[in-house]
């Protein structure tokens, strides 16, 4: 399974092979021992770690559920009327299907496949980078893509990567949709960053947003196992990086959770960027209930000038 799709999830395996994480996950250990595979947080890659990229194809088949359920959270972060950069990725291409039904909505992206998922929404105007077509994940790359980005101002930037850790914050496997992602940041008031749980922990060659910079991070539940997930998503939080959880989408053709009853927040520990302190963590309101207010905004944008 790894050979054929690049990655592959341990949550995955064990529905296809009908035994337990444990197992699989044990089985993943001696197969990585033996060096056919390597592991990775939640799941395992072909031997390649830092520099090796999987295709379209192969991610498309990766954690789809969670996916989903991410999509789903993330577009109710967004507005009637708002100007966002959404940049390339399978679950930014999820994002893009739900983003169809806001009205007034401008997208900027660089993303083949996000601009097709939104090129029937009547109501939503896309804007497409110059650049060079990266195939492997149809996206535009090099100095057009980021040069049509310059002066470009918006209030959210939505972004994937290939993996995540509070350390680095988000990073990518290629150099150039490495530049084009810091150039999509550079653009927005507020980054927020859409990973699922097997890229939480795994840490990839070029860092493209430092944690430091990232407002939100839009993830699913980890299995209750996970220890690193939990302690990975903690040492976020801990950052002042606001972590929205979404459950995973239900199964084909049973009743899904609507995204609003999904939201779960771990609120900032610890003070970041003249944000006031919190202490513990505490449920959130549900979607659109929580946005910043106008002078949240204005605040954030004066702080990131400066």
């Not at 077509?133 to 090099?142: D, E, H, I, M, T």
């Not at 202490?279 to 659109?288: E, Q, Y």
Request: no cysteine; glycine share 10%; aromatic share 2%.
């Amino acid at each position: 399974m790894v050979r054929a799709n690049g990655a592959v999830s341990l949550r995955e395996l064990a529905r296809v092979v009908q035994t337990s994480e444990v197992t699989v996950r044990r089985d993943v250990r001696a197969l990585e021992a033996e060096g056919l595979l390597d592991r990775r947080h939640g799941g395992a890659v072909l031997p390649g770690g830092f520099t090796r990229e999987s295709g379209f194809p192969q991610k498309s088949h990766l954690a789809t559920a969670e996916k989903t359920a991410i999509a789903d959270l993330a577009a109710g972060l967004v507005e009637e009327g708002e100007a966002i950069v959404v940049g390339a990725g399978t679950t930014t291409q999820e994002l893009a299907r739900r983003l169809a039904r806001v009205p007034g909505l401008t997208v900027v992206t660089n993303s083949l496949l996000v601009a097709q998922a939104l090129a029937h929404a009547n109501r939503v105007e896309v804007v497409m980078t110059g650049g060079t077509l990266r195939g492997s994940n149809y996206a535009l790359v090099g100095s057009g893509a980021e040069q049509s980005l310059q002066g470009l101002r918006v209030s959210k930037a939505f972004l994937s990567g290939s993996g995540l850790t509070a350390e680095r914050g988000l990073s990518t496997s290629n150099m150039l949709s490495a530049s084009v992602d810091r150039a999509l940041v550079q653009a927005a008031a507020e980054v927020v960053v859409l990973a699922d749980h097997t890229k939480l922990g795994t840490d990839t060659m070029f860092q493209t947003v430092p944690t430091d910079v990232i407002t939100r991070l839009v993830t699913d539940e980890p299995p209750a196992h996970d220890d690193r997930a939990a302690t990975e998503l903690q040492a976020l939080a801990d950052q002042g990086v606001q972590i929205a959880v979404a459950g995973a989408a239900g199964s084909p053709g049973g009743d899904q959770v609507p995204a609003r009853q999904q939201r779960r927040d771990v609120p900032l520990p610890g003070q970041r960027r003249g944000q006031v302190p919190a202490s513990g963590l505490r449920t959130a309101a549900v979607l659109g209930a929580d946005q910043p207010a106008a002078t949240d905004r204005a605040r954030v944008a004066d702080l990131r000038r400066r």
